[in-house]
């Protein structure tokens, strides 16, 4: 066994034999440390990534090895480190390294939503499981309600508002990636993998997809692609009328105020 710490933990972590193990900070800041594990394994060059959040800030941490588990939609979680209360240390994942991985937008964004629908099905009879791992329940009236609460818009929430929230609020729950963006949609060789899942929630997943159409609407520079609405619903078997579309873009302009930076 090497004497250096880190090559001992990439091992363990690993199981399996590794050497020369060197690390690189990426970013550091008050709300999240990434760091970069380069090794050798196999006569091979590899890399990892720890990412480490602050303990009110984890939900990743406890979230991401079940949904690992469930789909390949989501980084491969390698272990995880979680800190007794009186430690004063930050939980931390070590997972499969994919900053550099060029954004699915680059290509046709219908296949994020085929990878949000895969990871809704995988998870789809574990609600219990995903609310004791700290998502939260967040529908879509309850959204709309925490934005008049809070003030956190330029106008009042009006009556068309709350009734595009209450009109969503009819749709099933599912677990809701929160912030589905040309960002947080990487392609791999297996595919599209969503990462960043710090301000996932139950809730509509219409809202994931009206972040999305938004967001690749700037990404591209080209009008918003509505075929994506219409794509999600042929995945879930749910027909996605104008009436919804219009309801899940009001209803998620106004989440963006209340849901987590």
């Given at each position: 066994?090497?004497?250096?710490?880190?090559?001992?933990?990439?091992?363990?972590?690993?199981?399996?034999?590794?050497?020369?193990?060197?690390?690189?900070?990426?970013?550091?800041?008050?709300?999240?440390?990434?760091?970069?594990?380069?090794?050798?394994?196999?006569?091979?060059?590899?890399?990892?990534?720890?990412k480490?959040?602050?303990?009110?800030?984890?939900?990743?941490?406890?979230?991401?090895?079940?949904?690992?588990?469930?789909?390949?939609?989501?980084?491969?979680?390698?272990?995880?480190g979680?800190?007794?209360?009186?430690?004063?240390?930050?939980?931390?994942?070590?997972?499969?390294?994919l900053?550099?991985?060029?954004s699915?937008?680059?290509?046709?964004?219908?296949?994020?939503?085929?990878?949000?629908?895969?990871?809704?099905?995988?998870?789809a009879?574990?609600?219990?499981?995903?609310r004791?791992?700290?998502?939260?329940?967040?529908?879509?009236?309850?959204?709309?309600?925490?934005?008049?609460?809070?003030?956190?818009?330029?106008?009042?929430?009006?009556?068309?508002?709350?009734?595009?929230a209450?009109?969503?609020?009819?749709?099933?729950?599912?677990?809701?990636?929160?912030?589905?963006?040309?960002a947080?949609?990487?392609?791999?060789?297996?595919?599209?993998?969503?990462?960043?899942?710090?301000?996932?929630?139950?809730?509509?997943?219409?809202?994931?997809?009206?972040?999305?159409?938004?967001?690749?609407?700037?990404?591209?520079?080209?009008?918003?692609?509505?075929?994506?609405?219409?794509r999600?619903?042929?995945?879930?078997?749910?027909?996605?009328?104008s009436?919804?579309?219009?309801?899940?873009?009001?209803?998620?302009?106004?989440?963006?105020a209340?849901?987590?930076?």
């Amino acid at each position: 066994m090497s004497d250096d710490p880190l090559t001992n933990f990439i091992a363990r972590s690993l199981r399996a034999e590794v050497s020369d193990v060197r690390s690189e900070v990426v970013i550091k800041n008050r709300s999240v440390e990434l760091e970069r594990i380069r090794f050798r394994q196999e006569g091979e060059d590899r890399t990892v990534l720890v990412k480490r959040v602050p303990p009110d800030d984890s939900l990743e941490v406890q979230l991401l090895p079940f949904l690992a588990r469930k789909t390949d939609r989501v980084p491969i979680v390698r272990s995880r480190g979680i800190p007794p209360p009186a430690v004063p240390a930050w939980p931390w994942l070590l997972t499969e390294e994919l900053i550099d991985a060029p954004s699915a937008c680059h290509g046709d964004p219908a296949a994020i939503v085929r990878a949000k629908a895969v990871v809704e099905r995988a998870v789809a009879n574990d609600q219990p499981a995903l609310r004791a791992l700290g998502a939260r329940t967040l529908a879509p009236p309850t959204l709309v309600d925490r934005v008049a609460e809070r003030a956190l818009i330029d106008r009042p929430i009006d009556a068309e508002a709350r009734s595009a929230a209450d009109r969503l609020g009819e749709l099933p729950t599912v677990l809701c990636h929160g912030d589905l963006v040309c960002a947080n949609a990487r392609q791999t060789d297996r595919g599209v993998v969503l990462v960043e899942w710090r301000r996932a929630y139950l809730g509509c997943g219409l809202l994931d997809v009206a972040r999305l159409v938004a967001d690749v609407a700037a990404f591209t520079g080209e009008n918003e692609r509505d075929d994506l609405f219409e794509r999600y619903g042929e995945l879930i078997g749910m027909t996605v009328t104008s009436d919804l579309k219009r309801a899940a873009r009001l209803v998620e302009k106004a989440a963006r105020a209340v849901l987590p930076d």
